[in-house]
């Protein structure tokens, strides 16, 4: 028998009625009830009951022949029950969802009393989409095809039904699961044949259904017997996949439509017609809460603009939120006792709203609160702890699609207007045209169009990152500096004033700077800066102008110093934050401008997508694969070069780290990093944000590593992983252990590092645990290299006593003249990295 495999997912027009004939017949279930009895050959007992069976089947005539009248079913409804007993068991009655109807027809001459009682005798109530109706008419060409031409043709998508709960009036969606075994194909006059070249023909186009009835006509065919549809509730799995789609919307908290979807949705995984849902949004760069579009806070409108909920009396709740990150539920609000934990405000809302049960969840995008949803009933004891897991599904869900909605939002503040096309990387620039020519295909026939999305399965990514060490600590001390110098020159001013006048308000002012210079030196806050800024404008600087009118030289000169000292442009004291921006940005631009050097040269390795990133410091991607390319064949070898490169790249980087620092205003360090994944994933290029992300969620466990693995500690220490001067190789698996190791005793040969080696494991991060490290120190000419701690060592090499050489010197030395000659030496002399 031939087999064709068809994944059902067709654009054609589908028949409104099924076109064939198909007649409703007990036969197929009678002959299968006679066939019985001689699989019990050695039961007598059993024998004998299927023979009483059996013999009065054959004495009811009007049940072997095709019925057409329902009186026969309504006659004989006993004996239709009993034979249905083997597709139907007793046993069963109360929990199983199923029919038998007419063939393709919603026609049923028995329902389940499960069934029975969710619809009632309206099958009608059952609504299939027109995908369903498309599905039924290729499942009965299958049947067709396997019956009368023994060719087995597989239609895989599932037909799923909405039927309404019939208490809660809510929509509940189940999978159909049909058994057509009870089926038979007669053809209608001469059967006509079918050769295997038409057979191919019509299975490579399922698309066209004109072909298909050229080749069967509907009246060439009838359906006699009756099939067998068994229900199974997928409510909560197709609850979620809808909130998801509705929630990966671009608009998807901003659009009135989309929101009574949302509700419509939550309260169907509830199963709870009265519940309403709100979400407040914090904003963690903005320190704020915001409010966007149509999804608004039930209950926290107060909040809105406020920097601490303890302004309107909310902070022991927001407290609960920062520390337990668990959801707040208050299955009785008419208890005095569980409204006394909200707020007055709260209460307030709760009274005015009719709210006699809620749920309050805290939502968290990398370990940052984004803000609360919200999910309240009119019915005490309608939303309890049993909902938990339900309220658990949800939360990722909304919570990405707030982290969305907040860049989105930080995007048009900050002004920044993408063109609508990027450039794109050359290496996948021939999937983005494919894909844009498809789409001027499509256009062009009038037809409706949108970009499909660029998918490249099975890739492998590599992770670098070069930071400033303690970027943010080096920040806040230049910004101390600044206003400090600046409040000390806004006080000479002011002493140079009260020894031309003495006026009892200068002294009162020159109290408030000291205080400020203080608290200064003591801690900074975020909202210093702006307070300082504006006492200055505000108190020093109007009286400037009356100083300019008296005749005092130590007065004008303090004057001019304060003057001289400040920004023209930013009108604020710039010394330090300048040297440490200077300082950054040269940091960022040497090293991002050799990474990227480097990169094109590896292009003609083997082309890869390579993305780089600045922020304090350089981070960049690099994914590596088959389906990257359209020309060239991949090959495991090219994963083990672009790795060794790396690796020696980040050398080279270390060292440029090193030999600028002494040229800085500020001598900024610098850490290395890089994370090692064997397993392929696939990254999507989302085009919403015009770059590329990993796909499917377990893969999203990489991305979680990336963003928190800088601030790893080595297990058991206080101390971090990363350091400078020496480059952290994080890996999960033993084997990635191995290959870098060979990788390191070869650059230990050519002294791009030293002889120190230390094999770490690391402690447990967030949502992630068993990461081990590699750590090498690189050979920096002319720097001090600390000495290693003994007790993280593991090689049994000894401790390097450093080298001086130059880079220059070192590649001579060892006859390597580049890093790719050197790539191609240690690929030679390792054979087991091929």
């Not at 007669?186 to 298909?212: A, F, H, M, V």
């Not at 509705?246 to 009265?274: S, V």
């Not at 140079?496 to 006048?501: D, G, I, L, V, W």
């Not at 006492?535 to 109007?542: A, G, H, K, S």
């Amino acid at each position: 028998m031939s087999h064709y495999h068809i994944n059902l997912n067709t654009g054609v027009e589908e028949q409104l009625t099924f076109p064939f004939k198909t007649t409703l017949s007990l036969k197929p279930l009678l002959d299968f009830w006679q066939d019985i009895p001689d699989t019990y050959k050695k039961d007598q007992t059993r024998r004998l009951i299927f023979k009483i069976i059996g013999d009065k089947i054959k004495g009811n005539k009007a049940l072997l022949q095709p019925i057409t009248d329902k009186a026969i079913l309504e006659e004989n409804a006993g004996l239709i029950d009993l034979l249905l007993q083997v597709v139907f068991p007793a046993s069963a009655k109360d929990t199983h969802l199923g029919a038998a109807i007419t063939p393709y027809q919603l026609e049923p001459f028995f329902v389940s009393p499960a069934l029975q009682k969710m619809v009632g005798e309206k099958m009608e109530k059952m609504h299939f989409d027109k995908a369903a109706i498309k599905h039924k008419l290729l499942h009965a060409y299958s049947i067709i095809l396997e019956r009368c031409y023994n060719v087995s043709l597989t239609i895989e998508q599932p037909m799923v039904v909405t039927l309404p709960d019939q208490e809660t009036g809510l929509s509940h969606y189940y999978k159909v699961v049909s058994d057509s075994k009870f089926i038979k194909v007669k053809p209608i006059g001469e059967l006509k044949r079918l050769s295997q070249s038409d057979i191919d023909y019509l299975t490579s186009n399922l698309d066209n259904l004109d072909i298909w009835q050229e080749y069967l006509p509907f009246d060439a065919f009838e359906f006699q017997g009756f099939a067998v549809a068994n229900l199974i509730d997928i409510t909560e799995q197709e609850t979620l996949s809808s909130l998801k789609y509705l929630l990966l919307n671009n608009n998807a908290l901003q659009d009135e439509q989309n929101r009574k979807e949302l509700q419509t949705q939550i309260q169907t995984l509830f199963n709870l017609p009265d519940i309403q849902f709100g979400l407040s949004i914090f904003s963690p760069q903005f320190k704020r809460f915001v409010f966007l579009g149509e999804c608004q806070s039930l209950l926290f409108h107060q909040l809105e603009g406020n920097v601490c909920p303890y302004n309107i009396g909310a902070g022991k709740l927001f407290e609960q939120f920062y520390q337990e990150n668990k959801p707040l539920i208050l299955s009785d609000l008419t208890t005095p006792k569980q409204r006394k934990t909200l707020p007055e405000f709260m209460q307030q809302q709760i009274s005015e709203q009719n709210i006699k049960s809620l749920v309050v969840a805290p939502l968290t995008c990398e370990e940052q609160f984004v803000g609360m949803l919200e999910i309240a009933s009119s019915n005490t004891n309608a939303l309890n702890n049993r909902h938990l897991l339900k309220i658990a599904d949800l939360l990722p869900l909304f919570s990405i699609a707030i982290e969305r909605n907040l860049d989105a939002m930080d995007a048009r503040i900050q002004g920044i207007i993408k063109e609508e096309c990027t450039a794109i990387h050359p290496t996948v620039e021939w999937r983005f045209t494919e894909a844009a020519m498809r789409f001027l295909d499509k256009q062009s026939k009038g037809q409706s169009a949108e970009m499909e999305g660029i998918v490249f399965e099975n890739v492998y990514p590599l992770f670098g990152a070069s930071d400033v060490r303690g970027s943010s600590t080096k920040r806040n001390e230049a910004i101390q500096a600044d206003l400090i110098e600046h409040l000390t020159l806004a006080k000479n001013v002011l002493l140079r004033a009260s020894e031309h006048q003495a006026l009892p308000i200068f002294n009162e002012i020159r109290f408030k700077i000291d205080n400020h210079i203080k608290h200064i030196q003591k801690s900074l806050s975020s909202g210093d800066e702006t307070a300082i800024f504006d006492f200055l404008q505000r108190e020093i600087e109007p009286l400037f102008e009356d100083f300019k009118t008296n005749d005092a030289p130590l007065l004008a000169a303090a004057m001019d110093a304060y003057q001289n000292a400040i920004d023209k442009q930013l009108g604020v004291l710039y010394h330090k934050r300048k040297e440490f921006e200077d300082s950054l940005t040269k940091i960022n631009e040497e090293i991002g401008a050799y990474i990227e050097q480097q990169q094109h040269k590896a292009q003609t390795m083997f082309p890869h997508y390579f993305e780089k990133y600045r922020t304090d410091g350089v981070e960049y991607n690099v994914y590596i694969g088959d389906s990257l390319v359209n020309n060239r064949t991949f090959r495991y070898i090219y994963l083990k070069n672009l790795r060794l490169w790396q690796l020696m790249t980040t050398c080279e980087v270390a060292r440029i780290a090193e030999e600028l620092r002494h040229e800085l205003p500020i001598p900024l360090e610098t850490t290395h990093l890089i994370l090692v994944h064997s397993t392929p994933m696939a990254i999507r290029f989302r085009a919403d944000e015009k770059q590329f992300d990993v796909d499917g969620a377990y893969n999203i466990r990489y991305e979680i590593i990336k963003k928190r693995i800088d601030k790893a500690y080595i297990r058991g220490t206080k101390e971090r992983l990363t350091q400078p001067r020496k480059i952290a190789i994080v890996y999960s698996q033993t084997k990635d252990a191995y290959e870098y190791l060979e990788y390191i005793a070869y650059l230990k040969s050519i002294n791009y590092i030293t002889d120190e080696v230390e094999e770490l494991e690391l402690e447990r991060l967030q949502g992630v645990r068993g990461l081990k490290a590699i750590r090498i120190t690189v050979n920096i000419p002319n720097a001090y290299v600390p000495q290693p701690i003994e007790a993280k060592k593991s090689s049994n090499q000894p401790p390097s006593n450093g080298s001086t050489n130059a880079k220059a010197d070192v590649m001579e030395n060892n006859g390597v003249e580049s890093i790719e000659h050197a790539i191609d030496q240690i690929l030679n002399q390792s054979p087991n990295l091929r």
